[in-house]
């Protein structure tokens, strides 16, 4: 059928652009139409006009059920996060994950750094449980990266809520930390913003990016910057330094220039 081709009127016009450039002709074996003449072109634009529209309400369908479903709280799939486990496409509370999650939550109020969260954690073992996948493959437990420490501190599911276009709205699943633990912990990274680390495509500062490796960890420096008032300072830093820390690396870091 056409429409298992495309659903765009712009993406056919291409199409038949191309076919023509070749002194091609487009034919259809189950539906009587070419895109030789000009009437079987009309028939063809027709066709997609309705299967465009076809796309696009289905696409709206889908966006208001995501959206309806999402204001009733509901968890609408994809990677569990770390303190919950998926049971009948509900979050539980796994017990064990949650402790870690509290725990990155009281360090980072004690210690005001995602890095030392992530080095207080692989220091003193602490690990994500071994998963089952839904094609039975088996996730092992692992160490828990500063991406994803400073994703859980940012993210409102552990206080059981769930986010949908930037508006939160109250979750059906039980919440990990309170309210209060959450606000503090926000303030303090709110804070801390002009002393992270930041990623920048800036093509100027960036000539050696994809190219130099650390010779310490051997993995591929990636460039950063840090903001001091209105200067930005560019340095490249290893991609596992930025990930577990830079005490993992010997190297630490390398001015851009």
């Given at each position: 059928k056409i429409d298992r081709l495309t659903r765009s009127l712009n993406d056919f016009s291409k199409l038949v652009d191309v076919f023509d450039a070749h002194n091609c002709s487009f034919v259809s074996v189950t539906q009587n139409f070419n895109t030789?003449?000009?009437?079987?072109?009309?028939?063809?634009?027709?066709?997609?006009?309705?299967?465009?529209?076809?796309?696009?309400?289905?696409?709206?369908?889908?966006?208001?059920?995501?959206?309806?479903?999402?204001?009733?709280?509901?968890?609408?799939?994809?990677?569990?996060?770390?303190?919950?486990?998926?049971?009948?496409?509900?979050?539980?509370?796994?017990e064990t994950e949650a402790k870690i999650v509290k725990l990155i939550y009281d360090k980072y109020m004690l210690c005001r750094s995602e890095r030392d969260v992530c080095k207080f954690l692989r220091d003193n073992g602490f690990k994500t449980d071994k998963h089952v996948k839904k094609?039975?493959?088996?996730?092992?437990?692992?160490?828990?990266?500063?991406?994803?420490?400073?994703?859980?501190?940012?993210?409102?599911i552990y206080l059981g809520k769930v986010v949908h276009r930037g508006t939160i709205y109250d979750g059906q699943h039980d919440a990990i930390i309170s309210q209060a633990v959450w606000d503090r912990v926000q303030d303090i990274k709110k804070n801390n913003k002009h002393d992270k680390l930041h990623f920048t495509s800036v093509i100027n500062h960036s000539l050696l990016h994809g190219l130099v490796e650390c010779g310490c960890c051997h993995s591929k420096m990636i460039l950063t910057y840090t903001q001091r008032k209105t200067m930005r300072y560019y340095y490249y830093t290893s991609a596992k330094a930025n990930k577990e820390g830079r005490q993992t690396c010997e190297v630490g870091s390398v001015g851009a220039g």
């Amino acid at each position: 059928k056409i429409d298992r081709l495309t659903r765009s009127l712009n993406d056919f016009s291409k199409l038949v652009d191309v076919f023509d450039a070749h002194n091609c002709s487009f034919v259809s074996v189950t539906q009587n139409f070419n895109t030789y003449d000009s009437m079987g072109r009309l028939t063809l634009n027709m066709l997609l006009s309705f299967a465009q529209f076809e796309r696009e309400v289905d696409a709206e369908r889908i966006r208001d059920k995501v959206a309806a479903s999402r204001k009733k709280g509901m968890w609408m799939g994809g990677c569990v996060p770390i303190g919950y486990r998926a049971v009948n496409k509900k979050l539980v509370i796994n017990e064990t994950e949650a402790k870690i999650v509290k725990l990155i939550y009281d360090k980072y109020m004690l210690c005001r750094s995602e890095r030392d969260v992530c080095k207080f954690l692989r220091d003193n073992g602490f690990k994500t449980d071994k998963h089952v996948k839904k094609d039975g493959t088996i996730k092992e437990s692992q160490n828990i990266p500063l991406e994803v420490v400073s994703r859980i501190l940012r993210n409102p599911i552990y206080l059981g809520k769930v986010v949908h276009r930037g508006t939160i709205y109250d979750g059906q699943h039980d919440a990990i930390i309170s309210q209060a633990v959450w606000d503090r912990v926000q303030d303090i990274k709110k804070n801390n913003k002009h002393d992270k680390l930041h990623f920048t495509s800036v093509i100027n500062h960036s000539l050696l990016h994809g190219l130099v490796e650390c010779g310490c960890c051997h993995s591929k420096m990636i460039l950063t910057y840090t903001q001091r008032k209105t200067m930005r300072y560019y340095y490249y830093t290893s991609a596992k330094a930025n990930k577990e820390g830079r005490q993992t690396c010997e190297v630490g870091s390398v001015g851009a220039g």
